[in-house]
């Protein structure tokens, strides 16, 4: 069936996009996601008798848990729509990652790439940032949220990396977490992206959408942090943080969710979803 939707999709793509509409690519990519599924998902009919099964226990709204098989084919349909994610942030090393998540603390990843190309072109290295100085930071930042708070941390933490860390981003988390303006949701992000490891950096959008799926839910995003680590497949966790987050932010988003272009709509456990499982 989901083969069957591809195939007529593809005929159906426009040949280039326009006016915001997506491209071919996107198109294709996200009908061949939906397209078969992981060993061990049943059948959608059973599905649903389980989620209303399960739901009979918990307070209304409230989403019942994904199965290990659900959670699966949400990553392998994740994964199939887009391979390589990243980060959106604009960022040319460790360093300037750092900088750039550290900015990025309640604000968007568009602001804060309209203000750093001009910070780095100055001081891409904790060395140029510390000459650069609080005052200068916080002139080319201003345009960011709470930028007088952030111009001090970076200015802080640059001097600290070169004082303590011979100029260069610390790969451990305690090392980072020490670092001022940096807590744990920006060591994940830099452990994450710049160095590799398997760290899912919660923000408000994964915390979302692990709520709402059923993936992992939690009061606290630390609560949902340790509930993925532990139920997302091993082959996944390099990426999840990135899938989940570009999963929040552009489908599952927070006032009014696209279901209807949603490629794991009929796994998700939120009895608000617009579309049947
Ligand atoms: S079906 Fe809707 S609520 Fe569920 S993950 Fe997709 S966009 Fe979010």
Redo the contacts with the bound molecule.
């Keep these: 069936m989901a083969k069957k939707m591809a195939k007529s999709l593809a005929k159906k793509a426009p040949r280039k996009s326009s006016g915001g509409k997506p491209s071919v690519r996107k198109v294709l990519a996200k009908a061949k996601a939906k397209a078969g599924k992981a060993a061990g998902v049943k059948p959608a009919a059973k599905r649903k008798q389980a989620v209303a099964k399960a739901a009979q226990n918990l307070s209304p709204g409230a989403s019942p848990p994904m199965t290990t098989a659900e959670i699966a084919e949400a990553f392998r349909r994740l994964a199939a729509a887009n391979p390589e994610p990243t980060t959106e942030l604009t960022y040319t090393n460790p360093f300037t990652l750092l900088v750039a998540v550290v900015l990025s603390a309640q604000a968007t990843d568009a602001g804060v790439n309209k203000a750093t190309p001009a910070l780095f072109a100055l001081a891409d290295t904790p060395a140029r940032m510390a000459a650069l100085g609080e005052d200068r930071i916080r002139d080319l930042i201003k345009t960011i949220g709470l930028f007088r708070t952030k111009a001090k941390n970076v200015a802080l933490l640059a001097h600290k990396l070169v004082a303590e860390h011979g100029g260069e981003v610390p790969k451990t988390r305690e090392a980072l977490e020490a670092l001022p303006g940096v807590g744990r949701k920006t060591a994940n992000v830099v452990l994450n992206t710049a160095f590799g490891e398997h760290t899912i950096a919660v923000d408000t959008h994964i915390f979302r959408?692990g709520n709402?799926?059923g993936m992992a839910t939690g009061k606290t995003p630390y609560d949902v942090e340790v509930k993925l680590e532990q139920v997302i497949p091993k082959q996944y966790l390099r990426h999840a943080h990135h899938w989940l987050i570009l999963?929040g932010r552009y489908?599952?988003i927070a006032r009014k969710?696209?279901?209807e272009r949603?490629v794991?709509?009929d796994l998700?456990h939120?009895p608000?979803?617009?579309?049947a499982a």
Excluded at 272 to 275: E, L, M, R, S
């Design positions: 959408v709402r799926t999963h489908t599952c969710p696209l279901c949603c794991i709509a998700c939120w608000g979803k617009t579309v």
